[in-house]
């Protein structure tokens, strides 16, 4: 990986050092002061730069290395349209006051922000245009530029434009009686500087062309014009080489990509009448809220990117040149060639089901009779389908209700769910309508339910739906039967096979039980019920992770061994960091793997010298939830693993219905310990690490060789 990267990640500081010390670790009061807290935001920048990153990793395939550009830009968007978007709004209001545990002002987190991000974009084009697109040419793929068009490519695109393209694009002229329009989020549109006089005689200087978002953004040319070679061309260049064609009788002195980046954040009052509706509402409003970045191209002239800045109302710390395409998101990276690609491979069936398929009585024999675990996404997601479509059609099934956070009208899971209702069962669908950039499709999918017959509901009011559970009531010799499904992911195919997550399919009597408490929590009124098993936000999770910490202190403090390890994916809540700090004081030796965001500073002399953290980026989204706590087991305590749909932030805790289940048999017990725990503690080709600064360091110094711990796991359980 570039050094660029690595010295961003590390804030260009010197060596990385085990330990270091930080001034002012307590205030007078004895409480941690916020030198202890890492800025969330930019945490969660950094871990976008490990994602990128990616992008330079000599293992990985080229158009894998291509993918991971795109998922930095996608992910850069959003990073903008949400965090970013937050932190000028909390400039702006609250007169640039601190609100975070870091202590440190929105003003100035944006300005780091700035240039953390200026180089990162710098460093992504670099990547693309001296590392990526050279490769890529000498597998004849190609996205030509104008001047390497030869005279029949030029023709071809030449009718391109006039026949597909110039139909539906609307050139807008900037004056008095045409201001500035309205530009949706992240569209492509041009700017176009013009001399002369149009059909009415008036002095224009200025247009703007949209690109329509119909349109596609590469066009691939025609087999006979390149020998049957991947050779595209982009819709700018179209645009570009062809835009005199819109301003007839008049010179076109300039023409210039940009792109503008706005607030897509959703505001919903907890006190409205139909969140559905309301939400439908905020859905047009995402296309044109408040602007936060500008991005042109480097040729375009200062006088025109001022004049954008002054029209959006943005600063020069907001514009961002890009040396290509203003959107590498939509850049094609499923070219079909060997060797370009991770090898294939088919997700595994845990062998307790790999005869219950098609039986209809079999899959509830099998989960009757034992505990089964499943490991997206090196294990089949259809297992999942498999038990809906059985239960769907089962006429002793008399019940399913399920959570959906993130699914899809072509979703099986949705398809299973409709045709249970339509067989009679009672359907209930806990569907989370707030579940970010999928709020339309959410809404779809609680409206192809409710005409299915099925009981929607959507959940608490200022309380997301978070937790993955599916409950099948089944009747048997006439008794009634539970059976569960709980998940550290969502109901998502597509999820399954690119996010690492646990799946536990059971119908143990305590954990069904508590499972049918959540969800009479969610559909109807009343107090908590009690768990026997689970622990469940926002009433005990939070509390009962602070007490099992405790108690690794208590045996710490004891002279016995304290042991945690935590698997998340984000780090933001205080309590429970200064509970991780009391206990590494107290001798608890604890190992953190977090995917993203965290606001812990680990391995600070007299303050976290026993923590250590480090952040796994590979080929799958890290996205399991894991808590494990020794609970002396040494001398005969019950050690203690949950798996869980939360993380470990305020909004998850606090705010949300989450859900960690305990897994109560050992031999599922001792597979995730080695499996997702110890087998990422071992890792040292994908790992970073970080220390009290805040810096990230590669763990690996050699990237030929060392142990890949999802490489591990596609071996080991993947045929």
Known sequence: MTAQIVALNQHHHANHQAMIELEELFDETGAYTPNCYINRDLSSLRFQLRVLAQATNPRFPLLERMFFLTIFSSNLDEFFEIRVAGLIKKFKQQNDAATGIDGRRPSDVLQRISTIAHRAVDEQYRILNEDILPELAKHDIRYLRRGELSDAQRAWMKEYFFTQV??????????????????????????????????????????????PRSLPRIIRLPDELTDGKEHHVMLSAVIHEHVSELFLGMQVKGCYQFRLTRNADLTVADDVDDIAKALVGELDNRRFGHEVRLEVTTNCPEEISEFLLKQFDLDKNQLYRVNGPVNLTRFLTDFDREGLHFAPFTPNI???????????????????????????????????????????????????????????TNSEIVKALA???????????????????????????????????????????????????????????????????????????????AYTDYGLFTANQELCEDI?????????????????????????????????????????????????????????????????????????????????????????????????????????????????????????????????SADLMDRNLLHRVEVAFPILDKKLFKKIYEDGLMNYLSDDLQAWTLDGEGRWHPVAQDLTSGHDAQAYLLEKICP
């Open 166 to 211: 110039m139909p539906v694009l609307t050139p807008i002229s900037i004056d008095p009686a045409h201001p500035f329009p309205r530009l949706v989020n992240k569209s492509l549109n041009f700017i176009v500087s013009l001399e002369g006089k149009d059909a009415f005689g008036r002095d224009i200087n200025l247009a703007i062309v949209p690109a």
């Open 350 to 408: 845990p062998k307790a089901f790999r005869h219950a398929e098609n039986d209809d009585d079999s899959m509830f024999s099998v989960i009757g009779k034992q505990d089964v675990l499943i490991h997206h996404p090196f294990h089949s997601f259809a297992p999942v389908v498999n038990l809906l479509r059985q239960a769907a059609k089962d006429p002793n099934v008399l019940a399913i209700k399920q959570t959906l956070y993130r699914s899809g």
């Open 419 to 497: 045709e249970a209702a339509r067989n009679g069962k009672e359907v209930t669908a806990v569907i989370e309508l707030r579940a970010r950039f999928d709020e339309a499709s959410n809404i779809a999918v609680a409206n192809l339910l409710q005409e299915a017959g099925a009981v929607v509901v959507y959940g608490i009011v200022g309380y997301k739906t978070h937790a993955k559970m599916m409950l099948i009531v089944r009747r048997e010799m006439g008794q009634i039967r539970r059976y569960v499904h709980l998940g550290t992911g969502n109901y998502h195919a597509g999820n399954a096979k």
């Open 516 to 644: 049918a408490g959540v969800f009479q929590q969610l559909t109807g009124m009343g107090r908590p019920l009690p768990s026997k098993q689970i622990l469940h936000a926002p009433f005990t999770l939070h509390q009962q992770l602070m007490q099992y910490i405790d108690d690794e202190i208590a045996h710490a403090k004891a002279g016995k061994k304290g042991r945690i390890i935590l698997k998340f994916n984000a780090l933001t809540e205080r309590k429970i960091i200064n509970k991780l700090y009391e206990a590494s004081s107290a001798g608890v030796q604890i190992d953190l793997i977090i995917r993203s965001i965290c606001c812990l500073r680990p391995q600070v002399k007299g303050l976290s010298e026993n923590i250590r953290v480090r952040s796994v980026v590979g080929r799958f989204l890290e996205h399991t939830r894991v808590y494990y706590f020794g609970n002396d087991v040494e001398n005969g305590g019950q050690e203690r693993l949950y798996c869980a």
